[in-house]
T-cell receptor, first 115, second 112 residues
Framework: DTGVSQDPRHKITKRGQNVTFRCDPI?????LYWYRQTLGQGPEFLTY????????KSRLLSDRFSAERPKGSFSTLEIQRTEQGDSAMYLC?????????????FGPGTRLTVL | AQTVTQSQPEMSVQEAETVTLSCTYD???????LFWYKQPPSRQMILVIR??????QNATENRFSVNFQKAAKSFSLKISDSQLGDTAMYFC?????????FGAGTTVTVRA
């Protein structure tokens, strides 16, 4: 049983650089979510896809952030002109096409450090 | 927007004993789900237990059980017969549509 995978697991970058993260959901899941988690806090919702359609973006997702899910399978999250405040764990989750707020299965996350 | 409050930043419990984690939430919705997730140190988040708001019966999963009080908007987690592997951060989460709103978490340490 293949779970949600994320790549890379760790990313260290300098302020002002662009970074891109990838998420591969569980294969039969059509819903995909991105969250951001800072140290000692719970995850905060960033954005949500149903198939290839991006249905909601949080106000946390500034115009430096963009997410795509081009074929309704894997997703990418890009951060342009990174800032130190972007340092966090970026979590991806997926859920099957059933019902209201069905169980979300999380990946291991990508830890971003902006120097 | 839904808010989820976990008022206990840290809890410590002796192995084999019971610990209860509290969670309250605020919502105007009538149909929703509640979840407890576990995040072990440096490991990924996994589901512990879930509760549908329309069900009056409290959910149980082996040593984990919840006390769901809909009117009070309270959703506590009880861990019975605590084991060393239960050491983790525990998050309460509210699911009203497609996204989850999380509390700040409670760090649980099980002592040998």
């Amino acid at each position: 049983d293949t779970g949600v995978s994320q790549d890379p697991r760790h990313k260290i970058t300098k302020r002002g650089q662009n970074v891109t993260f990838r998420c591969d959901p569980i294969s039969e899941h059509n819903r995909l979510y991105w969250y951001r988690q800072t140290l000692g806090q719970g995850p905060e919702f960033l954005t949500y896809f149903q198939n290839e359609a991006q249905l909601e973006k949080s106000r946390l997702l500034s115009d430096r952030f963009s997410a795509e899910r081009p074929k309704g399978s894997f997703s990418t999250l890009e951060i342009q002109r990174t800032e130190q405040g972007d340092s966090a764990m970026y979590l991806c989750a997926s859920s099957p096409p059933t019902g209201l707020a069905d169980t979300q299965y999380f990946g291991p996350g990508t830890r971003l450090t902006v120097l | 927007a839904q808010t989820v409050t976990q008022s206990q930043p840290e809890m410590s419990v002796q192995e084999a004993e019971t610990v209860t984690l509290s969670c309250t939430y605020d919502t105007s919705e009538s149909n929703y789900y509640l979840f407890w997730y576990k995040q072990p140190p440096s490991r990924q988040m996994i589901l512990v237990i879930r509760q549908e708001a329309y069900k009056q019966q409290n959910a149980t999963e082996n040593r984990f059980s919840v006390n769901f009080q809909k009117a009070a908007k309270s959703f506590s987690l009880k861990i019975s017969d605590s084991q060393l592997g239960d050491t983790a951060m525990y998050f309460c989460a509210f699911g009203g549509d497609y996204k989850l709103s999380f509390g700040a978490g409670t760090t649980v340490t099980v002592r040998a």
